[in-house]
Every structure is written in C-alpha cells, then in structure tokens.
C-alpha cells in the first residue's frame, strides 16, 4: 500500500517568513494530493490540493508543488501570519472520476509554528 | 452547505462498554469515510460507503467495531466491549465522487476516551 512520508515534525519561523513541508509518497500510481490544516480541536481542513497532471498550484499565500518523477511534493506558506499555527498534514491517494475509493493515507503532520 | 456533521464531539466510557457515534455527512455528497486518528499522527483510513453500500474495510476495523450508512444519509460507528487502545480521535468525511469529484470534507471528530 502507499506510504506517506513527511518532514519536519516541527518547525517554527518568524511571522512574515516562509515556511516549506516536505512529503514522499511510495506508489507511483498516486495521483492526488491534498494538503489539510488541523487546528485543535478540530478536523482536518482542506487548504489545497494538487493532480499528478499539474506540476504547481498556488492559492494566494499558499502554492504545492509536485515532482512525480521523484514521488516528492511540497507544501509552501509565504508571508506566515500568526493564523498559520497548526498541524498540517499531506496526503495521497488514487483519484478517478466515477471510480476508486480516494482512500487517503496522510503523513504524520507537521506542527508549524508561527512566531510574532 | 453546512459541513459534516458528527456527534458526540466527546465521549468518556469505561472498558468494555459499547460506544456508538454519529455522522452527518454534507447533503449532496454520495461517499462516506471513517478515519481514526491517534495523537500525535495522521488519519487512518478505516471504512468507506458509496450511497448505503460498504465499499471497503481496512484491517484496522477488528471485528468489535461496525459501520452502517442505512439510508446512503448519516452513518453510525459502533465499538463493542470497548478498549483502551480504542482511545483516539474518530473522524468522519465526505465527499462527491462523479463527474466533478470534491474533495474530501472532514467533520470535527468525536474524541473518545476509554478508562
């Protein structure tokens, strides 16, 4: 099955600063990765997400970028804002219209610290 | 759109109590997800539906625990003869799986304790 690694476990920047979390992923048959902030106390929240047939994707503040020869993709936070603490997690999965189960398996978080 | 919905947010038993949690999925979505997420880690994936249809279990799910989607509308998970290793953050997600996927919408999880 797919494993999901990813790196740092912590990090903590200077608000203003950006922040990059790194993750690998094992099957070369993945073709979606979402990225999700968890806050405490609550669920994962989607942030944004990726396909295997886009190399970068940027919402505002926040971009991925993924090198599927490498089985490698990237979560970058710019401009970090003391709302940026959180845990954030990425994920992979198998993704086709009208079929397949998206089962995600998700790294072990990162814990971003945002600090004023 | 209102968001998936999932009660109790918190439930204390003692061991070998029976458990049983609720998941109000968004409305129009047609696939159900259960995941377990223990401290300090990311979801696991437990259990799927399609509609009211049990898709897939993960081997996570020991035999103690059960799904149910009766209607292809809210799900129930229920834990028999509860333990402690059962401790944990169960989640429940949604989404749309047809010609214009969605992502998967996660609830904000009933965290049970088992002492």
């Known amino acids: 099955g797919e494993n999901v690694e990813q790196h740092p476990s912590t990090l903590s920047v200077q608000e203003g600063d950006s922040a990059v979390i790194k993750c690998t992923y094992s099957d070369s048959a993945s073709n979606y990765f979402p990225w999700y902030k968890q806050e405490l106390g609550k669920g994962p929240q989607l942030i944004i997400d990726i396909r295997s047939n886009v190399g970068e994707k940027k919402d505002q503040r926040i971009a991925v970028t993924l090198n599927k020869t490498a089985k490698h993709f990237s979560l970058h936070i710019t401009e970090t804002q003391p709302e940026d603490s959180a845990v954030y997690f990425c994920a992979a999965s198998i993704r086709w219209t009208n079929f397949g189960n998206e089962k995600l398996t998700f790294g072990t978080g990162t814990r971003l610290t945002i600090i004023p | 759109d209102t968001g998936v919905s999932q009660n109790p947010r918190h439930k204390i038993t003692k061991r070998g109590q029976n458990v049983t949690f609720r998941c109000d999925p968004i409305s129009e979505h047609n696939r159900l997800y259960w995941y377990r997420q223990t401290l300090g880690q990311g979801p696991e994936f437990l259990t799927y539906f399609q509609n009211e249809a049990q898709l897939e279990k993960s081997r996570l799910l020991s035999d103690r625990f059960s799904a149910e989607r009766p209607k292809g509308s809210f799900s129930t998970l229920e834990i028999q003869r509860t333990e402690q290793g059962d401790s944990a953050m169960y989640l429940c997600?949604?989404?749309?799986?047809?010609?214009?996927?969605?992502?998967?919408?996660f609830g904000n999880g009933t965290r049970l304790t088992v002492t």
């Open positions: 997600a949604s989404s749309f799986l047809g010609q214009d996927n969605s992502p998967l919408h």
